[in-house]
């Protein structure tokens, strides 16, 4: 029986439209909204967590947002001194997304406070599902990211 990875990538996207449509809508408990940090701005510090220097042309697209709500957004952390936006040395006409101290502290604030709400979302699955899950995603992540070195390498 093929089909499969069709199948896989398709669920795999819906499930990600799925949890950027509950961020987007989730009204977050008095612990994480006593942050002050707006759900999309926690993520886009999540991601600097462990992806500093990311372009802000990719941040719109994790986000699937338009780049102006991306940029608007951007201009608030900026404000408050979480992130710093410097020219993409690759791409003159973009920026690289960098955190700063302040926004380190935060990001970490808001991931301990917003695992719980993740949390929820995969209720529905045991732990062992949960791990397998897990296993199961790395490894089809490592093959995809495996492949797509050896195809930048082939250019």
């Known amino acids: 029986m093929g089909g499969y990875a069709e199948k896989i990538y398709v669920l795999v996207h819906r499930c990600h439209e799925q949890c950027l449509k509950l961020t987007r809508t989730y009204k977050p408990d ?34 699937q947002i338009t780049s102006s709500s991306c940029g608007a957004l951007l201009a608030k952390l900026e404000q408050g001194r979480y992130i710093e936006r410097r020219p993409d040395e690759r791409d003159k006409r973009g920026f690289c997304v ?19 709400v993740l949390e929820e979302w995969a209720s529905d699955l045991t732990e062992q599902e949960k791990e397998r899950l897990y296993q199961l995603l790395v490894k089809l992540r490592d093959g995809l990211e495996r492949r797509s070195r050896e195809a930048q390498n082939a250019e």
């Open 98 to 116: 960098f955190i700063t101290d302040s926004g380190r502290e935060l990001g970490q604030m808001y991931l301990k406070k917003s695992v719980v």
């Open 30 to 63: 008095a612990e994480v909204a006593g942050l002050g940090l707006p759900i999309q701005q926690g993520l886009i510090l999540k991601f600097l967590l462990t992806e500093d220097g990311i372009t802000q042309k990719e941040l719109t697209l994790r986000l």
